[in-house]
């Protein structure tokens, strides 16, 4: 069975901190290791520059969180490992998917959509303020899933959208030029850990309430007796729940340890006592991987040969893949296609198609339509787009020998009822639109 293509970008416009070690790092680097995936981290240097105009601050971000995954046990010999800018394929593949992406569902984006209320609330221009950049963002991350085709992406659920427009652009490009994209699929980590900041907020670098991951020694420590704490007195219980300084120490313990940390807040343990037990489980845990990153950090050459083997490596995939894309779309070499290239365009046109979408439900469909368009098959809804998708890849191997009608219940591959046929149309239409699929295949 092939493996299952996983990516994970990061953004460098920041130094990595205790949220990010728990949230995202320490997960990723464990799923890395999983037998049957394949795994691409890339540091979006690119994306970066959307937000942050401070060159040096970029250059920083980038050695820091490098050299923060490296050290947290991420091996490049066994990932793909690499940074965005180093891989040219992915500026021209935007391009490509920009071509395709309707401005309409650019409209809709989050981030887009939230810096517009902002200026529409303080009375501005909408657009004030508002680069080309931030506008096309959702094209660019497409772009980074969809040229290595990613069939899983690790998100937070206010990502899903991100997901589900590489999904559209994808869809729109395979039925104009075929079919070249895999379609992705978002993955929701319900538990994943998100950590309180200082404040007792989420820890994030726009709160300022953040805990550098591999801040020495006496500024973790500075750090943690600043967490916020209420003023119960030593010998008074105290809650659990709601506790920055449990949630914390919850995320870097065992399950016996942090057992042992509850039973000593109702009995109660005096605050200081606790934060320095916070320290010390945090020190335990923290300083081996210091010790690698500042090691790493002092040889930033090493860094820099590990980033570009990275990216030779990535280009190894992208590179075929552009050209592919390239010819797909007409910029070929006019010694290989005659100009006119019309016949050989419309018999690829000419061809019936699968489109995939998702109704309102949530729930993932696909249709089967002729070379003019006109539906022939519609399906039933499926949970996941790769269930519709495996269904679709069977249609296409031996739909047009296993199908049958069944009236008033629907169309049936072998047992498994799929569907049924768009109004007006036969069996006999279905069967024949998959045979010259089967051809073309």
Not at 159 to 176: G, W, Y
Request: a negative charge; glycine letters at 8%; proline letters at 6%.
């Amino acid at each position: 069975m092939p493996a299952t293509r996983v990516l994970t970008g990061i953004t460098t416009s920041g130094t990595p901190h205790l949220g990010n070690y728990a949230g995202a790092i320490r997960p990723a680097v464990a799923a890395s290791r999983r037998p049957g995936v394949e795994s691409f981290y890339f540091l979006a240097d690119y994306h970066a520059l959307i937000k942050c105009q401070d060159p040096a601050r970029v250059q920083r971000s980038t050695l820091e969180i490098a050299a923060s995954w490296l050290a947290c046990g991420l091996d490049p010999d066994t990932v793909w490992f690499y940074r965005q800018s180093d891989i040219p394929e992915i500026p021209e593949l935007t391009w490509l998917l920009s071509c395709v992406a309707g401005k309409g569902i650019l409209n809709r984006a989050h981030a887009y959509k939230a810096a517009v209320d902002r200026n529409v609330e303080a009375g501005e221009d909408p657009d004030a303020g508002v680069t080309a950049g931030l506008f096309m963002y959702p094209v660019l991350m497409a772009a980074d899933i969809l040229m290595f085709k990613t069939q899983l992406v690790p998100v937070g659920r206010d990502q899903i959208q991100h997901i589900e427009m590489a999904r559209d652009f994808a869809a729109r490009f395979n039925h104009l030029y075929g079919e070249h994209f895999v379609l992705p699929e978002a993955v929701i980590e319900e538990s994943v850990a998100t950590l309180p900041g200082l404040d007792g907020r989420k820890m994030s670098k726009s709160y300022d309430n953040t805990i550098p991951l591999f801040a020495p020694p006496a500024e973790l420590k500075k750090l943690v007796f600043s967490v916020l704490t209420d003023s119960r007195a030593p010998g008074e219980p105290k809650d659990t729940e709601g506790s920055a300084l449990f949630q914390l120490y919850q995320a870097f313990a065992t399950p016996e340890e942090t057992a042992e940390f509850a039973a000593a807040f109702a009995a109660g343990i005096a605050w200081g006592e606790a934060k320095q037990a916070l320290y010390e489980r945090l020190e335990a845990e923290l300083a081996p991987l210091r010790d690698k990153y500042e090691a790493l950090m002092a040889r930033p050459g090493d860094i820099e040969d590990i980033l570009r083997a990275g990216a030779a490596k990535a280009r190894a995939l992208a590179t075929p893949f552009m050209a592919e894309l390239r010819a797909a779309v007409g910029l070929r070499d006019l010694r290989s296609t005659p100009a006119s290239g019309g016949k050989a365009a419309k018999a690829k046109a000419a061809l019936p198609q699968f489109k995939q979408y998702r109704e309102k439900d949530g729930r993932f469909h696909f249709k089967l339509v002729d070379a003019d368009g006109r539906e022939l098959l519609v399906s039933t809804g499926h949970e996941s787009p790769r269930e519709a998708g495996s269904l679709v890849a069977r249609l296409k191997q031996e739909g047009a020998g296993l199908l049958r009608h069944v009236e008033g219940v629907g169309v049936h591959l072998g047992e498994k009822l799929i569907g049924d046929l768009a109004e007006g149309v036969v069996l006999e239409q279905v069967v024949e639109a998959l045979a010259r699929l089967a051809e073309d295949a």
